[in-house]
T-cell receptor, first 114, second 114 residues
C-alpha cells in the first residue's frame, strides 16, 4: 500500500507556464482533496472531489482546475502560473462512509514560480 | 466561514517536559477537530482527533481536550521526546456536506531539546 503518491516532488515554473500536479491513491478512497501550504501558514483547500466525475471548489480555487476521471487519480492543473502560486501542494484522500476515515496526505509538491 | 487561531507559533521545551498547544475556532457548527504532525519534507499525519460529543481523548502521551462552549481545543503532549519535534497543526470541520473540508490553524513549531 503506497497510500497517496504525488509527483513531481519539486518544480520550478516561469510566469505564464502551465503544469499538472499528479496525485494517485491506492486505498480505494472516494474523497480526494488538494490543499496548498504557504510559508508559516496552515493548509488551505483548493478543490475537492467526492467521487469520480464530481469536483467542487474549496476556499482558494482561482487559477487552478481539477478533474476526477477515476477513483484513484485527482490531478491539479495550473494554467498561466503566477508568483502567488508559489507554494507546497498537498493531495489527500479519505473514505466517507459508515465509518469515516481521517485524511491521508501525500508528501507534497514544492512549486516555485519565477 | 470558519477561522481557526493557533498558539503559540513556536514552542521550545526540554525533553521530559509537557507541551500544550491551543486553538480557538469561530464556527459553532464545527464538530470534528483533528491534530496533525508534519515532519520536514513530509505531508501532515493525523496524531489524534476529537468529536464534539466528547470532552477529552487520550492516546498514550498525547491528549486532546475540547471546550465547545468556549470554542477552544488543546493538544497536550507529556514526557516529550526529541522525536516529537515537528510542526503541529490543529484543524476544524463542520462535517456533513463539509466532510474533509478542514480549516487549519497556522501551525506550531515544537522543538524538544535533549
Amino acid at each position: 500500500n503506497a497510500g497517496v503518491t504525488q509527483t513531481p516532488k519539486f518544480r520550478i515554473l516561469k510566469i505564464g507556464q502551465s503544469m499538472t500536479l499528479q496525485c494517485t491513491q491506492d486505498m480505494n478512497h472516494n474523497y480526494m482533496y488538494w490543499y496548498r501550504q504557504d510559508p508559516g501558514m496552515g493548509l488551505k483547500l483548493i478543490y475537492y472531489s467526492v467521487g469520480a466525475g464530481i469536483t467542487d471548489k474549496g476556499e482558494v480555487p482561482n487559477g487552478y482546475n481539477v478533474s476526477r476521471s477515476t477513483t484513484e487519480d485527482f490531478p491539479l492543473r495550473l494554467e498561466l502560473a503566477a508568483p502567488s502560486q508559489t507554494s507546497v501542494y498537498f493531495c489527500a484522500s479519505s473514505y466517507a462512509g459508515f465509518e469515516d476515515s481521517p485524511l491521508h496526505f501525500g508528501n507534497g509538491t514544492r512549486l516555485t514560480v519565477t | 466561514g470558519e477561522n481557526v487561531e493557533q498558539h503559540p507559533s513556536t514552542l521550545s521545551v526540554q525533553e521530559g517536559d509537557s507541551a500544550v498547544i491551543k486553538c480557538t475556532y469561530s464556527d459553532s457548527a464545527s464538530n470534528y477537530f483533528p491534530w496533525y504532525k508534519q515532519e520536514l519534507g513530509k505531508g501532515p499525519q493525523l496524531i489524534i482527533d476529537i468529536r464534539s460529543n466528547v470532552g477529552e481523548k487520550k492516546d498514550q502521551r498525547i491528549a486532546v481536550t475540547l471546550n465547545k462552549t468556549a470554542k477552544h481545543f488543546s493538544l497536550h503532549i507529556t514526557e516529550t521526546q526529541p522525536e516529537d519535534s515537528a510542526v503541529y497543526f490543529c484543524a476544524a470541520e463542520r462535517g456533513g456536506t463539509s466532510y474533509g473540508k478542514l480549516t487549519f490553524g497556522q501551525g506550531t513549531i515544537l522543538t524538544v531539546h535533549p
